[in-house]
């Protein structure tokens, strides 16, 4: 969006605020208000939550301004200046703001196909986009994005009061590229390191990568990884809590070894996997339950990522592609989370889909 259309958007917000509260209507949905400072030296609008205006998000045209604001004041913080000064980039007609918003809308909406959402986005929303550039600009625009991205779901935290455990939850799941019966075929992915792996939860052998991530107790994906399908998991907890320490990580048996252990403990993170039924040395009943009963928040963040953002349904061309689609999907997700952070309900934060529907 242009700078114009930008205060307008914030200036949108204001009034929707003002409206609410000129007539007392009220809703459990409330997000806080944005408010717009600016910097005379850089000219940067920067962002403050305030606690005592809040704004209701009824419509999803209200989410998608939300999700704007957001992820355009990220940008202009903390993405590279070689991203956001390269060159032509101000001759383009979605800045990079809109093109992320744009995709992140369309993954939790649930529409896996860019084409589809595109036309989607064209059809309803180009009141709020009235300058989008073609599709194939569209997608190569968000996969050189990717990176950035990233970045912006890493930076997250430091403007949202989401609250954060020191208790985490590792786990894994599957990412098939295609069917097994075409795995020989499938020499794109290949050539990225996929390969041929075991889910022992769904009992079935198949071809291409394993996606990592490490999820706190509210359910909030604090870092993740993709890996060929074949590497060990306890590979994927060294990598994720590299340059970590002092929290506590809570494991299936998957993650069982006095290495891995002795590991963990060096850096100063306390490691509770439950033991295999043939160990010598288990848990106590009590502690066994507790961790059971922990991890499951980690099955259900994996269910809203493969149930409504279709994390499994891979239908990239290429393994860029591929990647980029899963940083959008987390993103999408943390931001929820977020939101419902703000919205004060703590035991609600995982439910995301009252947010988008």
């Known amino acids: 969006m242009s700078g114009n259309a930008k205060k307008l958007v914030l200036y949108y917000t204001k009034l929707v ?3 609410k509260i000129k007539y007392k209507e009220t809703s459990t949905k409330c ?12 000219g940067i609008i920067m962002l403050k939550f305030q606690n005592n205006d809040t704004t209701i998000i009824a419509t999803f045209e209200d989410f998608i301004l939300t999700t704007y604001v957001i992820i355009d004041e990220l ?11 390269r060159r032509h980039v101000l001759d383009a007609k979605l800045s990079d703001s809109e093109i992320i918003t744009i995709a992140l809308c369309g993954e939790l909406v649930g529409i896996d196909s860019e084409n589809a959402w595109f036309s989607f986005v064209k059809k309803n929303y180009r009141h709020l986009f009235p300058q989008l550039c073609s599709r194939s600009r569209f997608n190569r625009t ?10 912006l779901r890493q930076k997250l935290l430091s403007d949202f009061p989401v609250p954060i455990s020191p208790y985490c939850i590792i786990d894994s799941f599957p990412l098939a590229v295609c069917k097994f019966g075409r795995a020989r075929y499938c020499k794109v992915f290949r050539n990225h390191g996929a390969d041929y792996g075991k889910c022992p939860s769904k009992k079935k052998t198949y071809f291409g990568y394993k996606v990592h991530a490490l999820v706190t107790l509210e359910g909030y994906i604090t870092a993740f990884e993709i890996t060929p399908a074949s590497t060990d998991d306890r590979e994927g907890l060294r990598d994720l809590v590299d340059n970590c320490s002092n929290f506590t ?22 490691l509770f996997a439950l033991k295999r039924s043939n ?3 288990n848990w106590t009943k009590s502690v066994r339950q507790l961790i059971f009963k922990q991890r499951r928040r980690v099955e259900t963040v994996f269910s809203q990522l493969t149930g409504q953002l279709n994390a499994e349904r891979v239908l990239a061309k290429s393994f860029q592609g591929l990647c980029t689609r899963l940083v959008n999907k987390v993103l999408a997700y943390n931001l929820c989370i977020a939101l419902n952070s703000i919205f004060n309900e703590p035991c609600e934060l995982g439910k995301i889909k009252e947010l988008i529907f």
């Open 17 to 19: 605020v003002l409206d």
């Open 31 to 42: 997000a806080i208000l944005f408010v717009g400072h600016t910097n005379l030296k850089g």
């Open 75 to 85: 940008y202009h913080r903390f993405a590279p200046s070689e991203v956001r000064k």
């Open 142 to 151: 968000r996969r050189a994005l990717m990176q950035t991205t990233e970045l």
């Open 249 to 270: 990580v809570l494991a299936d048996k998957g993650y069982v070894g006095e290495r891995l252990m002795q590991e963990m403990q060096e850096q100063n993170i306390c």
């Open 279 to 281: 160990s010598k040395e």
